[in-house]
């Protein structure tokens, strides 16, 4: 799925004015959209039709942005934007955390939100390439099959840390900056927030064991190379 003319955005905003203006503009850029206002509402759209991208502001009622994400992400791996009222630490970190893919701060440039659409997109449609299975200790990637596994058990990776796994596989025992993940995992054209590079491999992390992925301090991340 790289066009918009197929493509099926779920767009959750209390603000029936910041709602409607997105949903038209979206429209007019050849998506499909379904709106709702609140958490609970925002959810039985999800399981009604499962959205091709999910745009969830933070600050929801009934049930908050970060709340739903986490609920859509126990259900579905479809790629999530957050939308934050601020620039917001707090909000943007605890939005990753929960699953999130990427985040947008309002109020936002049309161009911009849509960029990131696009982005996720283009992302979801390229898949994994492909190559046989790779090892790094117990951990064993299907980069055909798109799975992974540790110790023999499957790991659930969201689409986007496969992606980043995949990165580091691609070349393992070098350091890849921040900058360098943003631009070929997010599609970051020009820089981006080092935290959606930092959060998301803290979670890789948390699955595949955390001495996998070492931090070198100054400069980025790597994967450890060793087949142990």
């Not at 979206?26 to 709106?35: I, N, S």
């Not at 596989?169 to 993940?181: N, Y």
Request: hydrophobic share 45%; net charge negative; proline share 4%.
């Amino acid at each position: 799925m790289d066009t918009a003319e197929s493509a099926h955005v779920l767009f959750v905003e209390d603000d029936e004015v910041i709602r409607e203006v997105t949903r038209l503009a979206l429209e007019r850029d050849g998506f499909t959209v379904t709106t709702a206002a609140d958490g609970p509402e925002g959810l039985e759209a999800f399981r009604t039709r499962t959205p091709d991208v999910a745009l969830l502001d933070v600050m929801l009622p009934g049930m908050n942005g970060v709340s739903l994400c986490r609920r859509i992400r126990a259900e579905s791996l479809i790629p999530v934007i957050m939308l934050s009222a601020r620039d917001d630490a707090v909000d943007i970190v605890v939005g990753l955390e929960a699953g999130a893919d990427d985040y947008v701060t309002k109020p936002f440039d049309g161009s911009v939100l849509l960029a990131r659409i696009r982005a996720v997109l283009r992302r979801t449609a390229r898949g994994a390439p492909s190559a046989p299975a790779l090892r790094f200790g117990d951990v064993e990637i299907d980069v055909d099959g798109v799975q992974v596994s540790r110790g023999g058990r499957p790991v659930a990776l969201t689409p986007t840390e496969m992606r980043l796994l995949l990165r580091f596989a691609e070349s393992p025992g070098t350091v890849l900056s921040r900058d360098v993940l943003l631009e070929s995992v997010w599609d970051y054209a020009c820089g981006g927030d080092s935290r959606v590079a930092d959060i998301h491999v803290q979670r890789l992390r948390n699955k595949i064991g955390a001495d996998r992925i070492e931090t070198v301090r100054g400069f980025g991340y790597k994967l450890r190379a060793d087949h142990g």
